[in-house]
């Protein structure tokens, strides 16, 4: 059975940083393109960044580029987000979905059919 679990989450200050991991099991994730959504209170899930299976390449929400890094460890069967300079404004729930269709790496909930339970990051002081 396909897994994803997602740790890494907590309560941090307004320019703190944050280390997401979101581990499989059941399947390895360096054939699959991985993404990262997350969902405030009263908002749609959107899109925060993935890595596609195909190149490796990577994408990001324009709202956290420079300050998020997405990465993969195939030792680990982990994929890490990497978030720096965190903003009231990242709060949320962070999931992590993956997807095994080798067709780039869009930032949209549908392209996804496996998904975590996710993680709460709050950031706030």
């Known amino acids: 059975q396909l897994q994803l679990v997602e740790s890494g989450g907590g309560l941090v200050q307004p320019g703190g940083s944050l280390r997401l991991s979101c581990a499989a099991s059941g399947f390895m994730l360096d054939y699959y393109t991985i993404g990262w959504f997350r969902q405030a209170p009263g908002k749609e899930r959107e899109g925060v960044s993935c890595i596609s299976s195909r190149d490796d390449s990577t994408n990001y929400v324009d709202s956290v580029k420079g300050r998020f890094a997405i990465s993969r460890d195939n030792a680990k069967n982990t994929v890490t987000l990497q978030m720096n300079s965190l903003k009231p404004e990242d709060t949320g729930v962070y999931y992590c979905?993956?997807?095994?269709?080798?067709?780039?790496?869009?930032?949209?909930?549908?392209?996804?059919?496996?998904w975590g339970q996710g993680t709460q990051v709050t950031v706030s002081s």
């Open positions: 979905a993956a997807e095994s269709a080798p067709w780039g790496c869009p930032l949209t909930t549908s392209y996804y059919d496996y």
